[in-house]
Protein backbone atom coordinates (compact mmCIF):
# COMPACT_ATOMS: atom_id res chain seq x y z
CA UNK A 1 0.00 0.00 0.00
CA UNK A 2 2.46 2.26 1.15
CA UNK A 3 4.65 1.63 -2.16
CA UNK A 4 1.63 2.21 -4.51
CA UNK A 5 1.23 6.12 -2.29
CA UNK A 6 5.26 6.68 -3.28
CA UNK A 7 4.58 6.07 -7.26
CA UNK A 8 1.36 8.12 -6.96
CA UNK A 9 3.39 10.95 -5.60
CA UNK A 10 6.25 9.97 -7.94
CA UNK A 11 4.30 9.73 -11.15
CA UNK A 12 1.96 13.13 -10.39
CA UNK A 13 5.63 15.10 -10.41
CA UNK A 14 6.27 15.95 -14.03
CA UNK A 15 2.63 16.57 -14.45
CA UNK A 16 2.66 18.58 -11.63
CA UNK A 17 5.65 20.42 -13.09
CA UNK A 18 4.24 20.58 -16.30
CA UNK A 19 0.71 22.36 -15.63
CA UNK A 20 2.52 24.78 -13.01
CA UNK A 21 4.78 25.33 -15.49
CA UNK A 22 1.77 26.53 -18.19
CA UNK A 23 0.44 28.59 -15.44
CA UNK A 24 4.00 30.28 -14.92
CA UNK A 25 4.34 30.91 -18.32
CA UNK A 26 0.52 33.00 -18.49
CA UNK A 27 1.65 34.77 -16.23
CA UNK A 28 4.95 35.72 -17.72
CA UNK A 29 3.06 36.61 -21.15
CA UNK A 30 0.24 38.65 -19.28
CA UNK A 31 3.03 40.44 -17.07
CA UNK A 32 4.57 41.47 -21.21
CA UNK A 33 1.17 42.31 -22.67
CA UNK A 34 0.21 44.52 -19.59
CA UNK A 35 3.31 47.04 -19.78
CA UNK A 36 2.43 46.83 -23.73
CA UNK A 37 -1.16 48.46 -22.24
CA UNK A 38 -1.11 52.13 -22.74
CA UNK A 39 -4.98 53.93 -22.59
CA UNK A 40 -8.04 53.66 -25.02
CA UNK A 41 -8.25 51.15 -27.46
CA UNK A 42 -5.27 49.76 -26.46
CA UNK A 43 -5.81 48.93 -23.10
CA UNK A 44 -8.92 47.71 -24.38
CA UNK A 45 -7.27 45.27 -26.85
CA UNK A 46 -4.60 44.35 -24.63
CA UNK A 47 -7.45 43.51 -21.92
CA UNK A 48 -9.31 41.36 -24.57
CA UNK A 49 -5.96 39.03 -25.65
CA UNK A 50 -5.28 38.59 -21.69
CA UNK A 51 -8.96 37.60 -21.60
CA UNK A 52 -8.47 35.25 -24.55
CA UNK A 53 -4.83 33.74 -22.99
CA UNK A 54 -6.61 33.06 -19.92
CA UNK A 55 -9.33 31.03 -21.30
CA UNK A 56 -7.08 29.40 -23.29
CA UNK A 57 -4.66 28.61 -20.38
CA UNK A 58 -7.94 27.45 -18.41
CA UNK A 59 -8.89 24.88 -21.33
CA UNK A 60 -5.24 23.70 -21.62
CA UNK A 61 -4.99 22.97 -18.15
CA UNK A 62 -8.47 21.27 -17.58
CA UNK A 63 -7.07 19.09 -21.24
CA UNK A 64 -3.87 18.15 -20.00
CA UNK A 65 -5.16 17.40 -16.47
CA UNK A 66 -7.55 14.49 -17.90
CA UNK A 67 -4.76 13.44 -20.78
CA UNK A 68 -2.66 12.99 -17.71
CA UNK A 69 -5.07 10.99 -15.78
CA UNK A 70 -6.03 9.11 -18.93
CA UNK A 71 -2.15 8.37 -18.90
CA UNK A 72 -1.88 7.10 -15.49
CA UNK A 73 -4.81 4.35 -15.62
CA UNK A 74 -4.00 3.31 -19.00
CA UNK A 75 -0.25 2.78 -17.36
CA UNK A 76 -1.65 1.02 -14.59
CA UNK A 77 -4.64 -1.16 -14.96
CA UNK A 78 -4.86 -2.37 -11.71
CA UNK A 79 -5.95 1.58 -10.59
CA UNK A 80 -9.41 1.88 -9.91
CA UNK A 81 -11.40 5.52 -9.38
CA UNK A 82 -10.36 6.46 -5.80
CA UNK A 83 -6.53 5.98 -7.15
CA UNK A 84 -7.36 8.06 -10.48
CA UNK A 85 -8.79 10.89 -8.15
CA UNK A 86 -5.49 10.62 -5.67
CA UNK A 87 -3.17 11.10 -8.64
CA UNK A 88 -5.02 13.78 -10.18
CA UNK A 89 -5.30 15.53 -6.31
CA UNK A 90 -1.26 15.25 -6.41
CA UNK A 91 -0.78 16.81 -9.45
CA UNK A 92 -2.97 19.77 -8.39
CA UNK A 93 -0.55 19.60 -5.34
CA UNK A 94 2.25 19.93 -7.25
CA UNK A 95 0.65 22.26 -9.87
CA UNK A 96 -0.13 24.90 -7.30
CA UNK A 97 3.04 24.65 -5.52
CA UNK A 98 5.01 25.59 -7.90
CA UNK A 99 3.06 28.15 -9.01
CA UNK A 100 2.26 29.65 -5.93
CA UNK A 101 5.95 29.66 -5.12
CA UNK A 102 6.59 31.67 -8.50
CA UNK A 103 3.95 34.02 -7.18
CA UNK A 104 6.00 34.42 -4.16
CA UNK A 105 9.75 35.11 -5.66
CA UNK A 106 7.60 37.55 -8.69
CA UNK A 107 6.31 39.75 -5.70
CA UNK A 108 8.93 40.01 -3.19
CA UNK A 109 12.04 39.73 -5.60
CA UNK A 110 11.07 40.39 -9.33
CA UNK A 111 8.47 42.77 -9.12
CA UNK A 112 8.53 44.10 -5.17
CA UNK A 113 6.91 47.44 -6.14
CA UNK A 114 3.46 45.88 -7.67
CA UNK A 115 1.96 45.08 -4.65
CA UNK A 116 2.68 48.34 -2.71
CA UNK A 117 1.18 50.13 -6.53
CA UNK A 118 -1.92 48.15 -6.05
CA UNK A 119 -2.16 49.33 -2.69
CA UNK A 120 -1.76 53.02 -3.84
CA UNK A 121 -4.22 52.20 -6.40
CA UNK A 122 -6.99 51.09 -3.86
CA UNK A 123 -5.96 53.91 -1.31
CA UNK A 124 -6.61 57.01 -4.19
CA UNK A 125 -9.83 55.58 -5.26
CA UNK A 126 -11.67 54.62 -1.63
CA UNK A 127 -9.80 56.92 0.30
CA UNK A 128 -12.95 59.16 0.57
CA UNK A 129 -15.13 56.05 1.47
CA UNK A 130 -13.20 54.72 4.14
CA UNK A 131 -12.90 55.79 7.81
CA UNK A 132 -8.87 56.34 9.28
CA UNK A 133 -9.15 52.72 10.62
CA UNK A 134 -9.68 51.08 7.68
CA UNK A 135 -7.19 53.03 5.71
CA UNK A 136 -4.69 52.22 8.86
CA UNK A 137 -5.74 48.48 8.90
CA UNK A 138 -5.14 48.26 4.79
CA UNK A 139 -2.08 49.71 4.85
CA UNK A 140 -1.38 47.33 7.80
CA UNK A 141 -2.09 44.55 5.45
CA UNK A 142 0.30 45.78 3.08
CA UNK A 143 3.18 43.72 4.28
CA UNK A 144 1.30 40.63 4.95
CA UNK A 145 0.37 40.47 1.21
CA UNK A 146 2.75 38.57 -0.56
CA UNK A 147 2.13 35.55 2.29
CA UNK A 148 -1.22 36.18 1.50
CA UNK A 149 -1.23 35.84 -2.27
CA UNK A 150 0.80 32.76 -2.05
CA UNK A 151 -1.82 30.94 0.18
CA UNK A 152 -4.87 32.24 -1.84
CA UNK A 153 -2.74 30.78 -4.83
CA UNK A 154 -1.96 27.89 -3.42
CA UNK A 155 -5.58 26.84 -1.95
CA UNK A 156 -7.46 28.38 -4.66
CA UNK A 157 -4.99 25.90 -7.41
CA UNK A 158 -5.14 22.54 -5.64
CA UNK A 159 -9.21 23.24 -5.08
CA UNK A 160 -9.92 23.54 -8.37
CA UNK A 161 -7.25 20.74 -9.61
CA UNK A 162 -9.04 18.49 -6.90
CA UNK A 163 -12.89 19.45 -8.59
CA UNK A 164 -11.33 18.15 -11.56
CA UNK A 165 -10.03 15.29 -10.40
CA UNK A 166 -12.95 14.40 -8.93
CA UNK A 167 -15.00 14.78 -12.32
CA UNK A 168 -12.53 13.28 -14.33
CA UNK A 169 -12.08 10.37 -11.94
CA UNK A 170 -15.97 9.40 -12.06
CA UNK A 171 -15.13 8.18 -15.95
CA UNK A 172 -11.46 7.06 -15.69
CA UNK A 173 -10.66 3.88 -16.11
CA UNK A 174 -14.32 3.27 -17.67
CA UNK A 175 -14.33 0.19 -15.83
CA UNK A 176 -11.60 -1.74 -14.27
CA UNK A 177 -14.08 -4.75 -13.65
CA UNK A 178 -15.23 -5.16 -17.18
CA UNK A 179 -15.82 -8.96 -17.39
CA UNK A 180 -15.24 -8.70 -21.86
CA UNK A 181 -12.18 -6.84 -21.27
CA UNK A 182 -8.99 -8.79 -22.98
CA UNK A 183 -6.98 -10.03 -19.95
CA UNK A 184 -3.17 -10.61 -22.38
Known amino acids: MSENKINIWEDAAKPGLVLGLVSILYMFVTMFTSRLAGTGAAAFLIGTLNFLLWAA ?8 MRAF ?6 NR ?3 DNRAVM ?5 VALYSALLYSAFYLVYVLYINPESISSSFELVMQQYAG ?10 QNMESDMPAIGFFTNLVWCW ?14 PV ?5 FKDDK
Open 57 to 64: KLFLCIYL
Open 69 to 74: MLAFSG
Open 77 to 79: PSA
Open 86 to 90: RFGMV
Open 129 to 138: MMDSDSLATL
Open 159 to 172: LFGTVLSAIFSRNI
Open 175 to 179: SSSDP
